[in-house]
């Protein structure tokens, strides 16, 4: 490691021995001056920046500190006081070096033998690393096996599950199959070695949880019960660990430092006291530690060691559905905490050392409060990133930057107070600010990289297992409010914002209230009315967007007249309250992410027009930044400056946007954003329209208020949990019945918020596919079904061409038109067109038929013309090239072109049966 630090230091001894050493920036230049080691007055000389960097002092430089020169870790060692290995692990974390893997078998005593660990005289043999190509072992008789990787996915050794019969009774025994010789080993009592991987042994499924690093973790006692738990929480990471309850000493835990864990026991003793024994490791290592109540057990009697539940019950038993196993685990969750006691008296066994916290009514476990950081300081260090620092003073709540060099008294005093300065690092003139800063740089160096991904603005926000609403100046946090100064229990960061009324006293409606929303939104005049369900869906969901893990989006539409603006500002605007950020006109993408910054707050757009083709540039950018906000994944924006900074922007937003006509043109924004489209008002009578709009006008009046806007966000807040459950059944019965995992994530969500008005329950999947038939989805299924290559060539085949006739009179033909007619065996003898004259046409536009196959050039600028203002017009060739049939074809001559690359079409994909499906006029 030495090495590596000393080599990753080269040419930065002077910003480390600034910010390491609190040496003033002229103290590192070649001059005489006193030497900030011994003093003097001009013994001293700063002389290499570049390398190990350099310095020499008349008086204590050299080895033997007698006068001479040496390297700049020479300098920070005497300026510090630090040892070598001390000096090399600050200057590691100060520089960010990636950390070394953690080496998961120690070094052998000899080349491939070690003593140590023996057990019955045999000495234990050190496996190598299997190579990466190496093949899964042979099963043979074993039941199962599951291979341990590392963080990478390495893999590193199998376990394989034997199920034995002995004296008439099975016997489960499960060996570890190592690589050894150049192959998967399996040990023998024979062996004359013991070959299993050296403690500390990696998780199971540890690669998945370095890459799932924000979500909460699920450890069960036992590779088949995780695999079992993987089906049933999707959004958890599920790990366990090798060998039996006894074995939790011989496992590297410290992947999980930090993070919230919940723990699912087998329902028998020993599995309650292994997790007994888990929960405390867990506990040193900071983690938020929960324990689910097996089957059959209560509250009553539950003490992690004497629990009854069902003998020998594990996840791998359970028929649940993923719904079900959720509603289960948020129903039996319980916090664990560390009896303060007991905890210090070493004597005490570990399984009689813990027990539950058990939060009276609570659904799940609420994480303990932690004391704010060095008890109470006026500010928290965040981390770092290049050369910026990242702060958030408790005076303000906002999360500042400072770079290295803007460490100087006026920004230190954002932070804290200057009776804080003086009082930590005093001098003769006041404060001093060089002594503050290297703590500072230290201090955050030790916190390590910022990530941006952790703040968290306004909006509602599932924060492993609690809702968090968060209202600006304060938190919501499961129904609690709380200031926004008070510390809580979770790594993520809640900056402050502009204040939000939000919910204030409001009580939740009652299911029957709540079905309001549904019933006014069907009064509206609708093209198709599964569209007042859906618009009721979002408006739901739309408050608790940050809390979703897909977001989808609304495109309204419809004619002057036609109730869009009334809809948009009386039933949308209200409705939101001010929860929602709401633009009209020329908003531009760069607007909106900047003024959304990290809250989580639906987006309003009215007038969403795009006649222009400036108008629609800055539309495809606000649709680009939609696509961004539709799925919950460390996604991001990314923005560069001419300083050479780099802003990231997370956007977690539901958008509804508004205009005479949907400028959806791509695939992608099909599949995220649902179109409702109201009816034109001249089909219906003056006098049955009028009559419409004042019974409807007024109903809105009395009934959609501010006051019940907010106890409806105050129901949908609390019915979080119960939402985020729904959403999981209904995409899956979504799923199932649009024959796509795409619409079934779009309309599953919208169709658990419209459930939510009418029950405050997960609905079953009978409820849900009886929702589902009882309207018309084909406009839906027909906007998002037809793939991107097939509407890319309907754009194609249908642009118009102006042909000669035999008679010179000029013709309008489709492209189509021309091609059949080029192809057709037997032209009609009523066309106009010659075949030869209609093959020179489509020849000098980059398309030939040619032995039942439409050639399309890859690079004419026709062909470029006809696609114009679509995200196909610079690549086309590769997206036809996805079609069925399709083949990429050598160079292809094109009369009054040359020559150029080509995409083959049969003819048979374009003349046949829906040939023009999903058609883009």
């Not at 057709?824 to 039942?852: K, Q």
């Not at 060739?877 to 074809?889: E, K, Q, V």
Request: neutral net charge; glycine residues 8%.
């Amino acid at each position: 490691m030495a090495t590596d630090v000393l080599a990753a230091a080269a040419g930065q001894w002077p910003r480390l021995l600034i910010e390491l050493a609190a040496l003033a920036p002229e103290q590192l230049e070649n001059r005489h001056q006193p030497c900030p080691a011994c003093g003097g007055t001009d013994r001293y000389r700063w002389d290499r920046d570049d390398g190990p960097g350099g310095w020499f002092c008349n008086q204590c430089g050299g080895r033997e500190q007698r006068g001479g020169g040496g390297s700049g870790m020479d300098l920070l060692l005497r300026l510090t006081g630090w040892d070598f290995a001390t000096a090399a692990r600050r200057i590691e974390a100060h520089l960010a070096l990636p950390a070394q893997p953690a080496p998961h078998r120690p070094a052998p005593a000899s080349p491939r033998h070690s003593r140590s660990g023996s057990k019955a005289g045999r000495p234990t043999r050190i496996p190598d690393t299997p190579p990466p190509a190496a093949r899964p072992p042979e099963l043979g008789s074993a039941s199962g096996q599951w291979c341990y990787t590392d963080a990478a996915g390495a893999p590193l050794f199998w376990v394989q599950r034997l199920d034995l019969l002995q004296g008439g009774r099975k016997r489960k025994v499960f060996v570890q199959r190592t690589w050894l010789a150049g192959g998967w080993h399996f040990p023998s009592r024979r062996d004359p070695f013991r070959s299993d991987w050296p403690a500390p042994r990696p998780l199971y499924r540890l690669a998945e949880l370095e890459r799932h690093f924000w979500s909460p973790v699920l450890i069960t006692e036992g590779e088949k019960a995780a695999d079992a738990a993987v089906v049933l929480f999707p959004d958890h990471v599920v790990v366990s660990w090798c060998g039996s309850s006894q074995a939790i000493g011989s496992v590297d835990w410290n992947p999980l430092a930090g993070r919230a864990v919940s723990l699912w026991p087998d329902a028998d003793t020993s599995g309650r006291e292994a997790m007994a024994r888990l929960s405390s490791l867990l506990l040193e290592l900071g983690c938020l530690v929960s324990v689910v109540l097996p089957p059959g057990s209560t509250e009553a009697d539950w003490d992690l060691v004497d629990a009854p539940g069902a003998a020998g019950w594990d996840l791998a038993d359970a028929s649940w559905s993923p719904a079900e196993a959720q509603a289960y685990l948020e129903a039996h969750c319980r916090t664990v905490q560390l009896p303060q006691a007991e905890a210090d008296d070493d004597a005490k066994a570990p399984a009689a050392a813990l027990a539950p916290v058990l939060q009276d009514g609570a659904s799940h476990a609420v994480p303990p409060e932690r004391p704010g950081p060095a008890g109470g300081e006026p500010f928290v260090c965040l981390g770092y990133d290049s050369d910026g620092y990242f702060y958030q003073p408790r005076s303000t709540g906002q999360v500042m930057r400072l770079g290295s060099s803007a460490h100087g008294g006026v920004n230190l005093c954002r932070l804290a107070p200057l009776a804080y300065w003086e009082t930590l690092y005093p001098n003769k003139r006041g404060v001093n600010w060089t002594a503050a800063a290297s703590d500072l740089f230290c201090r955050q160096a030790a916190v390590g990289m910022f990530d941006p991904d952790r703040l968290r603005g306004r909006g509602s926000w599932w924060d492993e297992g609690r809702c968090v609403l968060h209202l600006g100046d304060r938190l919501v946090v499961d129904g609690e409010p709380r200031p926004l100064s008070a510390t809580l229990a979770s790594r993520f960061h809640y900056q402050r914002g502009t204040a939000l009324v939000g919910t204030g006293a409001a009580q939740p409606l009652s299911d029957e209230e709540a079905l309001l929303v549904l019933t006014l939104a069907d009064r509206f005049h609708w093209e198709v009315p599964a569209s007042a369900m859906l618009l009721a869906g979002w408006l739901t969901l739309a408050p608790i967007c940050g809390a979703l893990r897909w977001r989808p989006h609304l495109w309204l539409s419809g004619p002057a007249g036609s109730g869009k603006s009334h809809l948009f500002e009386r039933f949308c605007g209200v409705l939101l309250a001010d929860l929602a950020q709401v633009f009209v006109g020329s908003v531009t993408e760069a607007g909106i992410r900047q003024t959304l910054r990290s809250d989580a707050l639906p987006v309003l757009i009215d007038e969403a027009e795009s006649n222009e083709r400036e108008d629609q540039q800055r539309i495809q950018a606000i649709l680009a930044l939609a696509r961004v906000a539709s799925s919950e994944s460390r996604a991001a924006i990314v923005k560069g400056s001419p300083t050479g900074e780099v802003a990231r922007y997370s956007v977690r937003s539901m958008f509804l946007l508004s205009s005479i006509a949907t400028g959806l043109k791509q695939g992608a924004d099909r599949r995220r954003f649902a179109p409702l489209n109201l009816r034109n008002p001249s089909e219906l009578p003056q006098q049955q329209r009028e009559a419409h709009w004042q019974a409807l006008d007024r109903d809105l009046e009395q009934l959609i208020t501010p006051a019940f806007a907010n106890r409806l966000i105050a129901r949908t807040v609390v019915l979080i949990p119960v939402i985020r459950r729904s959403i999981v059944v209904c995409s899956q019965v979504a799923a199932a019945h649009f024959d796509s995992q795409a619409l079934g994530d779009q309309y599953g969500t919208l169709l658990a918020g419209a459930w939510s008005l009418q029950a405050s329950r997960v609905p079953s999947a009978a409820e849900v596919q009886s929702l589902i038939d009882g309207a018309d989805w084909s406009s839906y299924r027909e906007s998002t079904e037809v793939p991107d290559e097939r509407r890319c060539l309907n754009r194609i085949l249908q642009h118009q061409l102006r042909v000669e006739s035999e008679e010179r009179s000029v013709l309008s033909r489709t492209v189509l038109e021309l091609v059949e007619l080029v192809s057709s065996a037997l032209p009609s003898p009523m066309e106009p067109v010659r075949p030869a004259d209609a093959a020179d046409l489509l020849a000098r536009h980059g398309l030939r038929v040619r032995e039942g196959e439409l050639l399309i050039s890859n690079s004419a600028e026709a062909i470029a013309r006809m696609l114009a203002d679509t995200a196909w017009v610079t690549n086309w060739g590769a997206i036809l090239s996805r079609l069925p049939g399709a083949s990429r074809s050598q160079l292809v001559h094109f009369r009054g072109l040359g020559s150029s690359r080509a995409v083959a079409l049969p003819l048979a994909m374009l003349t046949g049966a829906g040939a023009l499906e999903g058609a883009v006029i």
